[in-house]
């Protein structure tokens, strides 16, 4: 078998949310002495994309877009081991999490997943999240992204508390805050001095992977 083959194999494992289809498509990459991350952006990530326009296009939703993470995860299993330890040390750090008093998660996963397919290094805090966990851990592995969602209109106060804490301890400016979920605006997140909101996964993922070659682009000019 071909290469190409064997990562369009990977590819179409996870638009065809195929766990052992995954499994063995990675086995093959490892066999044919692919290189693993190779393996993995063009072959799990590539459909993993596919994933997200089908999803855009409303073709999937959210119960299809796990059960293709779940078969990109299945395959990640196998390749991950086979990577330098040093393979992903550049990436941009991400703290996210739902906000304490909301045990509401699927949206937050799914914004998860799609960050880490998309090359960032995630920090998941889980749901109902203690506040002050936010900043604790942006400082504690220097993020420069805060993602935050909540579905229940009670709890998006949280949101604008974690922001000021941020700012308390004098590393707002070098942490973007993005937040998302059922009754939060554009108009909530202005008021609070978050810098981006999400209607979506696909949109936060899209506003921060703009964003990061934006920044990039600035710096190298």
């Given at each position: 078998?071909?290469?190409?083959?064997?990562?369009?194999?990977?590819?179409?494992?996870?638009?065809?949310?195929?766990?052992?289809?995954?499994?063995?498509?990675?086995?093959?990459?490892?066999?044919?002495?692919?290189?693993?991350?190779?393996?993995?952006?063009?072959?799990l990530v590539k459909?993993?994309?596919?994933?997200?326009?089908?999803?855009?296009?409303?073709?999937?939703?959210?119960?299809?877009?796990?059960?293709?993470?779940?078969?990109?995860?299945?395959?990640?299993?196998?390749?991950?081991?086979?990577?330098?330890?040093?393979?992903?040390?550049?990436?941009?750090?991400?703290?996210?999490?739902?906000?304490?008093?909301?045990?509401?998660?699927?949206?937050?996963?799914?914004?998860?997943?799609?960050?880490?397919?998309?090359?960032?290094?995630?920090?998941?805090?889980?749901?109902?999240?203690?506040?002050?966990?936010?900043?604790?851990?942006?400082?504690?592995?220097?993020?420069?992204?805060?993602?935050?969602?909540?579905?229940?209109?009670?709890?998006?106060?949280?949101?604008?508390?974690?922001?000021?804490?941020?700012?308390?301890?004098?590393?707002?400016?070098?942490?973007?805050?993005?937040?998302?979920?059922?009754?939060?605006?554009?108009?909530?997140?202005?008021?609070?001095?978050?810098?981006?909101?999400?209607s979506d996964a696909?949109?936060?993922?899209?506003?921060?992977?703009?964003?990061?070659?934006?920044?990039?682009?600035?710096?190298?000019?």
């Open positions: 078998m071909s290469k190409q083959n064997i990562l369009d194999n990977l590819a179409n494992a996870v638009v065809e949310m195929d766990e052992d289809g995954a499994q063995e498509a990675a086995k093959a990459a490892i066999a044919a002495g692919i290189d693993a991350y190779e393996a993995i952006t063009a072959g459909g993993m994309g596919i994933v997200g326009e089908k999803y855009e296009e409303q073709e999937y939703f959210i119960p299809e877009v796990l059960l293709c993470s779940d078969a990109m995860i299945a395959g990640l299993d196998i390749l991950k081991p086979c990577l330098p330890q040093n393979y992903n040390q550049d990436a941009e750090k991400v703290v996210i999490g739902v906000v304490e008093g909301d045990t509401h998660d699927i949206g937050k996963n799914l914004v998860k997943i799609m960050l880490e397919t998309a090359g960032f290094e995630v920090y998941d805090l889980g749901r109902n999240v203690p506040l002050q966990a936010f900043a604790d851990k942006a400082e504690e592995v220097g993020a420069t992204i805060v993602a935050m969602a909540t579905l229940m209109s009670t709890t998006m106060e949280g949101m604008r508390t974690v922001v000021a804490d941020l700012e308390k301890r004098g590393i707002r400016d070098k942490v973007t805050v993005i937040i998302g979920g059922g009754p939060i605006s554009p108009a909530f997140a202005n008021e609070i001095r978050a810098d981006l909101y999400a696909n949109v936060a993922v899209r506003q921060l992977k703009n964003r990061r070659e934006a920044e990039g682009n600035r710096q190298a000019g």
